[in-house]
């Protein structure tokens, strides 16, 4: 284990997303060369401003992904959320063009727990498939994964919810404890682990505190400054508003999770309530508290909202 060459760009896979972009941020931050994987260069402009080498892929081209590869020891991959077979694609294109590439060492960033079949959770199974395939590859390779992000808060349906009508209704009981954490600190972890030169581990990152819904709310009518009310969404109620927003047949598969939860309350519990265990690898890593984060991202909670930050009554409704 050795701190790696800064002097040597890093790849960051979907480098153009809310999540790629703050691994971005993060990279920059410590000090690293970013090497950005975009599916069109004229969506970037942003990251060339702060001085990222942007490089064009598609994680269904293996030949454009050895091309982004070359000369890159070190990377950050994500694998895009889709059907399991377009995530076992992309996923052996992006394995198999690490090893032609030569890297030393990934670190694979999941959306959230893994479990292997028979469970019946798509997004479970499919974390699971993707960390086998690059196990078998024999690459080096660590871990990243999150509880459940507050950023969820600020997709535009939900921040409507909580600033124009006072309540946050997600499709998951009250009493259900989550040690929340954000696309930052996820991005955050994963940078240390790559500045420390450690290539092997599961590193779940959660926040520093394990809150029921009542809990967040009230921390978050704290720092937006009006009361806001945490209502649990049925979730048959949730499966049609998702119909209705996305087309039929999405919201079931996007309440699986949910449903999984609400059916698993033990499994619930170890991916979701447990707060973030400081260990040697992550020890100068401090997750950040919600009542930061609300702080931090108060602004963007009011932006393009009826009400003006200061006024006095909102809340959150439904999010997935």
């Given at each position: 284990m050795s701190a790696i060459?800064?002097?040597?760009?890093?790849?960051?896979?979907?480098?153009?997303?809310?999540?790629?972009?703050?691994?971005?941020?993060?990279?920059?931050?410590?000090g690293f060369k970013?090497?950005?994987?975009?599916?069109?260069?004229?969506?970037?402009?942003?990251l060339s401003a702060i001085g990222v080498e942007l490089v064009e892929g598609d994680l269904r081209d293996p030949a454009s992904l050895r091309a982004a590869g070359a000369d890159i020891a070190h990377a950050v991959m994500q694998i895009p959320i889709g059907s399991q077979d377009d995530m076992r694609i992309q996923a052996e294109n992006a394995v198999s063009?690490?090893?032609?590439?030569?890297?030393?060492?990934?670190?694979?960033k999941l959306a959230s727990a893994s479990r292997s079949a028979p469970c019946e959770e798509p997004s479970f199974v499919a974390n699971a498939m993707i960390e086998d395939i690059v196990r078998r590859s024999g690459l080096p390779f660590c871990i990243v994964?999150?509880?459940?992000?507050?950023?969820?808060?600020?997709?535009?349906?939900?921040?409507?919810?909580?600033?124009?009508?006072?309540?946050?209704?997600?499709?998951?009981?009250?009493?259900?404890?989550?040690?929340?954490?954000?696309?930052?600190?996820?991005?955050?972890?994963?940078?240390?682990?790559?500045?420390?030169?450690?290539?092997?581990?599961?590193?779940?990152?959660?926040?520093?505190d394990s809150v029921t819904g009542k809990e967040l709310v009230s921390r978050m009518s704290l720092w937006l400054g009006r009361q806001i009310t945490y209502r649990a969404q049925p979730l048959d109620e949730f499966e049609r508003d998702v119909d209705a927003a996305m087309?039929?047949?999405?919201?079931?598969?996007?309440?699986?999770?949910?449903?999984?939860?609400?059916s698993n309350p033990d499994e619930a519990d170890a991916i979701l309530s447990?707060?973030?265990?400081?260990?040697?690898?992550?020890?100068?890593f401090r997750p950040t508290g919600i009542e930061e984060w609300v702080r931090q991202h108060r602004r963007a909670f009011f932006e393009g909202s009826a009400s003006s930050a200061g006024d006095h009554g909102a809340i959150p409704r439904k999010t997935a």
């Open positions: 060459d800064k002097s040597q760009p890093i790849l960051i896979y979907l480098a153009g997303g809310v999540q790629g972009g703050a691994v971005v941020r993060a990279a920059l931050r410590r970013v090497r950005a994987l975009v599916r069109d260069r004229k969506r970037g402009p942003a063009a690490s090893i032609a590439c030569g890297l030393k060492s990934v670190v694979l994964r999150p509880t459940m992000y507050l950023d969820n808060l600020l997709k535009p349906s939900a921040r409507k919810d909580i600033v124009d009508e006072g309540v946050f209704a997600p499709p998951i009981a009250e009493s259900q404890r989550i040690a929340w954490t954000s696309v930052d600190d996820c991005a955050r972890a994963a940078m240390t682990l790559l500045a420390h030169g450690i290539h092997s581990g599961d590193y779940r990152i959660a926040g520093p087309g039929p047949g999405t919201g079931r598969r996007v309440a699986s999770k949910f449903r999984f939860f609400a447990r707060p973030f265990e400081s260990g040697s690898e992550l020890k100068d």
